[in-house]
């Protein structure tokens, strides 16, 4: 990637973006057009490969810049001082849902098996800092928990993923839901008090009687 395409309106550089992550999140490296990038992007072939000097690296800073997204918008934002765990995790989910419905692309090309595949031959580097990152968030989501919430038949560690397991399919729901809809006029009210009563019930199930903790809208 050459100073031309640093250079470029960033709206322009977004565009070539969204069609470079599109085409590798659907695609993979091999079966990954440029041909259609380009058409996406509405940009010369010619010109993608001036600011790029190859497929190879083409790919590599298209992760690169996944990596550097989902750190500035999602990891850099997050606050593990939470002693009750729904709520830590509510504040997580809340913090990626609004990290994918602002730019879902990059999540879509890093979630891909093929792009972790094609990574470890491409850009082991890339996919190390990627594990890195993973491990890390990992090690502090499990870390000074408010255990004494949770009841005393239900072992601390499943419940913990009991509730991780739950939220995360909770938002994977929730997006495909959201897919065709125009967010910008969507009433989100309904779609918040679902959410809460969700975690009203994770909560009866989970914690000991009256110990329900205190996250928004309980």
Do not use: C
């Not at 593990?80 to 994918?100: C, H, S």
């Amino acid at each position: 990637m050459n100073e031309a395409f640093q250079k470029l309106d960033p709206e322009k550089q977004r565009r070539i973006w969204d069609a470079v992550l599109r085409e590798f999140a659907q695609n993979g490296y091999a079966n990954a057009s440029t041909n259609r990038m380009v058409q996406q992007a509405d940009i010369g072939k010619g010109m993608l490969f001036y600011y790029f000097n190859s497929k190879e690296e083409l790919f590599r800073r298209a992760l690169a810049y996944s990596l550097d997204y989902l750190h500035r918008e999602y990891v850099s934002k997050l606050d593990y001082g939470e002693p009750d765990f729904i709520t830590r995790f509510v504040q997580i989910t809340e913090l990626k849902m609004r990290a994918y419905l602002h730019n879902p692309l990059p999540f879509a090309f890093l979630a891909n098996p093929q792009v972790s595949q094609d990574a470890k031959l491409l850009a082991p580097d890339l996919l190390q800092r990627l594990e890195d990152l993973a491990r890390s968030e990992m090690g502090k989501l499990w870390a000074n928990v408010d255990t004494s919430l949770f009841r005393d038949d239900v072992p601390i560690k499943h419940a913990m993923n009991l509730i991780r397991w739950s939220l995360e399919g909770y938002r994977s729901e929730l997006l495909d839901r959201l897919q065709d809809q125009n967010l910008a006029e969507l009433d989100w009210q309904p779609y918040v008090h679902e959410f809460y009563e969700f975690l009203g019930l994770l909560r009866k199930v989970l914690y000991k009687e009256g110990d329900h903790g205190h996250s928004q809208g309980q």
